[in-house]
């Protein structure tokens, strides 16, 4: 069974600070997602990450996959209070052998005006 | 943009009942995905749909469940005997590709599922 650590859990700043967030396994992905959830709503599509080493920038957001393919992280320069919210990784298995997405528990996010 | 919709958005039934819960994934997609969210726990794959047949499940997805996708544009969950323990938001995703390189899923807004 493959597991994504998402670090930390919990996380509040303030305005304009910056914020990494970690997604983690002991297993290869063949690619990781980054979805943002809203309350009482289904996960959106932040960006997905293919090749080891691979850097995406969304705005103030870059992506990162570890070159092994088993860590990303999400850092947000200068957060500010729209960033709030819960930001889950995922992952695809490696190989090919399965459909199904393995979600990380998420990162709640909170930015203090 | 095109958006994968769900059916109804709270279902509240009787354990023991029967529910359905209906997704139109978006139109070009082929490849189409149950997930479940207890309330205050990760995200959890239950089954993939490809070419008319069930191509993954987990272990979640027991015999209780079914996939159907009757008329070409929805895609439908069925739990034919409700537990205290579906009370869950059931999510539909699409992707046009499988979940590896380039198979984004696309989720849906979920259904609420209580069972009382």
């Known amino acids: 069974t493959q597991l994504l650590e998402q670090s930390p859990q919990f996380l509040s700043i303030q305005e304009g600070e910056n914020l990494t967030v970690y997604c983690n396994s002991s297993?290869?992905?063949?690619?990781l997602q980054w979805y943002r959830q809203e309350p009482g709503e289904g996960p959106v599509l932040l960006v997905t990450?293919?090749?080891?080493?691979e850097v995406k920038k969304l705005k103030r957001l870059t992506f990162q996959f570890g070159d092994a393919r088993k860590d990303s992280s999400l850092h947000i320069t200068a957060a500010q209070p729209g960033d709030t919210g819960l930001y889950l990784c995922a992952g695809a298995e490696a190989g090919g052998g399965a459909d199904g997405l393995t979600f990380g528990k998420g990162t709640h996010l909170i930015i203090q005006p | 943009e095109p958006e994968v919709t769900q059916t109804p958005s709270h279902q509240v039934t009787q354990m023991g009942q029967e529910v359905i819960l209906r997704c139109v994934p978006i139109s070009n997609h082929l490849y189409f995905y149950w997930y479940r969210q207890i309330l205050g726990q990760k995200v959890e794959f239950l089954v993939s749909?490809?070419?008319?047949?069930?191509?993954?499940k987990s272990e979640i997805f027991d015999d209780q469940f079914s996939v159907e996708r009757p008329d070409g544009s929805n895609f439908t969950l069925k739990i034919r005997s409700t537990k205290l323990e579906d009370s869950a938001m059931y999510f539909c995703?699409?992707?046009?590709?499988?979940?590896?390189?380039?198979?984004?899923?696309?989720f849906g807004p979920g259904t609420r599922l209580t069972v009382l």
């Open positions: 297993s290869v992905f063949s690619s």
């Open positions: 749909f490809y070419n008319n047949e069930i191509s993954e």
């Open positions: 995703a699409s992707s046009l590709r499988r979940g590896e390189a380039g198979g984004r899923q696309f």
């Open positions: 990450v293919v090749t080891g080493g």
